[in-house]
């Protein structure tokens, strides 16, 4: 049953200096940045939430910009948690260092969830469909943690410790991505039950570079950074060599949106597309 609008609480802080403190203080709260996620959970009456911290009017979590974070650090692209897809997709810099990203951007939902659905929320909610997460991991991208006290940077490689958890702490929000150059040809697939406003059953980020990358979704409890896959190819294995690799770092399961089977097949088949398409 849908939680009752009554049943709810909801802060609205002016700043993140004092949303971060709202969250030392109580961090039972909920953060919500575009909802689209949250509101799901509330409608269908599968999420026990009652207290909300709205972080849409915190501008300090948007724009996108070329950052060095340390002097002697190439610059990153920094792009700010409450970022949407329609943001993404309308910005000329992502479009230049990570065209990944904005082909995964336009493929997400459909119009009204691109410009309301961020980039922090999709990192932040964990699903292992997430179409983001592949694009993030390919490309090495750190996310940036901050809290009252601190900030920290983790690798996305280290981000996620399950099905849907991650070292992100209740007091903590993301407050940006920060993506460093990305040496290479980038490349991106979904495959969802239709063309638009589906669901991934499996899709698969790649950079073809000095270094190969490869990251999956959907095809275990966490993105998968295919590491073996990716280094058998750098190093000139066959196609068929990376694609038994591949069959090894994956553990899709049977769900209602897909088969093993079937993923696993399709696991391959991208690879021989990325492969094919990247030359
Ligand atoms: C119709 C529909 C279609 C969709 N299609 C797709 C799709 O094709 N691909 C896809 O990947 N997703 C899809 N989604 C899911 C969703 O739109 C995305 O995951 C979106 O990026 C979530 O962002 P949000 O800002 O709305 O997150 P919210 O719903 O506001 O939050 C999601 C989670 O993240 C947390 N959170 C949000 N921001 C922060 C932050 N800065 N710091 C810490 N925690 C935070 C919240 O507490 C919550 O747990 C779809 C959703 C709907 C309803």
């Given at each position: 049953m849908p939680a009752g609008a009554s049943a709810l609480s909801l802060a609205r802080p002016r700043t993140l200096k004092a949303a971060l403190a709202l969250l030392a203080e109580d961090p039972e709260l909920m953060p919500i940045a575009g909802c689209t996620d949250v509101f799901v959970g509330l409608h269908f009456g599968t999420s026990g939430q009652r207290r909300f911290i709205d972080l849409w009017g915190l501008d300090e979590l948007r724009g996108i910009a070329l950052v060095r974070p340390e002097p002697s650090e190439a610059p990153v692209l920094r792009i700010g948690a409450l970022a949407t897809y329609t943001d993404i997709i309308a910005s000329a810099l992502v479009r230049r260092r990570l065209p990944m990203l904005v082909a995964a951007a336009r493929e997400i939902g459909g119009a009204q969830i691109q410009n309301r659905g961020t980039l922090g929320g999709n990192v932040a909610n964990a699903s292992p469909a997430g179409d983001t997460l592949p694009v993030l991991a390919a490309a090495n991208a750190r996310i940036v943690l901050r809290s009252a006290g601190a900030e920290r940077r983790v690798a996305m490689g280290e981000y996620y410790t399950g099905y849907r958890t991650s070292v992100r702490q209740a007091h903590e929000l993301i407050t940006a991505v920060e993506i460093p150059p990305v040496a290479g040809r980038q490349w991106w697939r979904k495959v969802g039950t239709r063309k638009a406003q589906a669901i991934s059953k499996i899709m698969m980020a790649g950079v073809r570079g000095p270094?190969?990358?490869?990251?999956?979704?959907?095809?275990?409890?966490?993105?998968?950074?295919?590491?073996?896959?990716?280094?058998?190819l750098s190093a000139g294995g066959t196609l068929a060599e990376a694609q038994a690799l591949l069959g090894d770092e994956i553990t899709p399961i049977d769900d209602v949106r897909s088969t093993r089977e079937y993923r696993h097949q399709v696991a391959q088949n991208l690879l021989a597309q990325f492969w094919r398409e990247t030359e």
């Open positions: 270094v190969v990358r490869i990251a999956i979704g959907s095809v275990a409890p966490t993105v998968v950074v295919a590491d073996k896959t990716a280094r058998c």
